[in-house]
């Protein structure tokens, strides 16, 4: 599970659906609370540069995907492709 430091209130990466059913190529990522239906179960792989590449635990061809470059994309699943917009830096938060 990946958990937003945000603020106070526990939130956590979601694949936006209500069942594992719902689970596509496209499916949205939003920030939720925690449940137990498996929709905010992601593995971090790290890759040979350096770079981690975020799966969704149960379809691991599926990972998290920037929609864009422009400020304000949204994060879906798309099938892993090894682009630039599926690939993430870890930073180190003090």
Known sequence: MIRSLSNSTELYLNIYGNTKADIKSGSNI?????????????????LDNGNYIIMYDD?????????GTAKGA????????????QQWKLLEVE
């Open 30 to 46: 939003h920030l939720y609370s925690y449940s137990t239906s498996g929709m905010s179960d992601f593995q971090l792989k790290k």
């Open 74 to 85: 949204n994060v879906i699943l798309k099938t892993y492709t090894g682009s630039n917009l």
């Open 59 to 67: 379809l691991n061809s599926l990972v998290l995907t920037g929609d």
